[in-house]
């Protein structure tokens, strides 16, 4: 699996992020002053200001989200949480064909995260699409879902037609850089947990765990 998608905020989180939001119009820039030379040739939206007091507290709130998530831990194995931004983008406004930067200020990229903040019919257009070695994948969330996929990956935002696309994006860097074997141990995670909620605890399953530990104890770093 090469990317995960799941809930991660609710509708009450997703109302006091609004209200925040709108309570703070004034602190919103250009995307193009955190892209690379490169991603700002395409770059056309709307971000709120990093050094904002409210930028600093609602990424606060997303960092300690992702990182108290099981699922999302066992899939990335987040070392760091970083470079989060929340961007919104108005009609005519996109996202051109990029990839991330490897190494950021804020620590490395292994995998990119987008959070939608809106409901689809909020706006149209605005997908997300991520290019694969032979395939082109797109998305358009459910409000308060998060979209996990490696940093490695060519992606890019279609052009809003109508409306406004709000989301949060980030990065993490994770204690495995490798794709394959964080697929690897997320499988050994998955199964020895179910395994575990289906049957209990055993001899056998200790060793599945202590493998899995082991392995990471390698691959890690």
């Not at 409901?119 to 879902?145: M, V």
Request: contains cysteine; glycine residues 8%.
């Amino acid at each position: 699996m090469n990317y995960l998608i799941c809930p991660l905020l609710n509708d009450e989180e997703i109302k006091i992020f609004k209200k925040q939001l709108n309570e703070n119009n004034s602190h919103w820039e250009d995307g193009k002053k955190t892209a690379g030379s490169h991603a700002a040739q395409v770059k056309y939206n709307l971000q709120l200001k990093r050094n904002s007091e409210i930028s600093k507290n609602l990424s606060k709130f997303i960092s300690n989200k992702i990182l108290s998530n099981p699922l999302i831990k066992s899939f990335s194995l987040p070392k760091k949480i970083h470079g989060i931004m929340i961007t919104k983008s108005g009609k005519g406004m996109k996202y051109g064909r990029h990839i991330d930067n490897a190494f950021m200020p804020s620590g490395r990229a292994d995998l990119s995260f987008t959070i939608f903040l809106n409901k689809k019919n909020e706006y149209e257009g605005g997908k997300l699409i991520i290019e694969n070695i032979n395939s082109e994948n797109k998305f358009k969330l459910n409000e308060g879902e998060i979209i996990i996929y490696p940093s490695t990956y060519l992606h890019e935002v279609q052009q809003v037609k109508n409306g406004e696309r709000l989301v949060s994006v980030g990065w993490i860097e994770s204690y495995v850089k490798s794709i394959e074997a964080r697929e690897y141990l997320f499988d050994m995670d998955a199964g020895a947990r179910g395994i575990l909620a289906k049957y209990g605890r055993s001899n056998e399953l200790d060793l599945i765990f202590k493998s899995y530990s082991n392995f990471l104890r390698i691959l890690g770093n």
